[in-house]
């Protein structure tokens, strides 16, 4: 008798999560002195059909906080921003951020991670002082 062969892992993540690429974007936290205040989750998905290219989601109730990165985002997001924002050093940061597991596309990738930062990060954070 012979034994059956193992079975392979397959992945039900769809094929186009291969492109798909996240950042939190932060601000500066009073509290701490250092921009680690996370005021939104931007993805992007650089498969050249891709619908859509570009999602954002902000966290909630941190609309003056987030002003800065509005004014970066309203000039557009290309790669070669993005690279120019991980090299920058101030009071606004990008982190990448690792694909949440069961994403079903781009939109629910952003909104899966905007929960992480919601449940776990952002009640960690000492509360803004001085803002």
Do not use: F
């Amino acid at each position: 008798m012979s034994t059956p062969p193992a079975p392979q892992p397959t992945s039900t993540a769809p094929e186009a999560e291969t492109t798909w690429k996240l950042w939190i974007l932060m601000v500066w936290h009073p509290a701490l002195g250092m921009p680690v205040d996370p005021v939104a989750v931007l993805a992007l998905d650089t498969a050249e059909d891709a619908e859509p290219a570009q999602h954002v989601v902000w966290v909630p109730l941190v609309y003056d906080e987030a002003n800065p990165w509005r004014e970066r985002l309203a000039e557009g997001v290309s790669p070669e921003r993005i690279a120019r924002w991980e090299a920058e050093s101030g009071a606004c940061q990008i982190a990448a951020a690792d694909l949440p597991e069961g994403a079903l596309d781009l939109r629910h990738a952003a909104d899966l991670l905007l929960d992480e930062l919601l449940g776990e990060v952002i009640p960690a954070l000492p509360p803004r002082t001085g803002a």
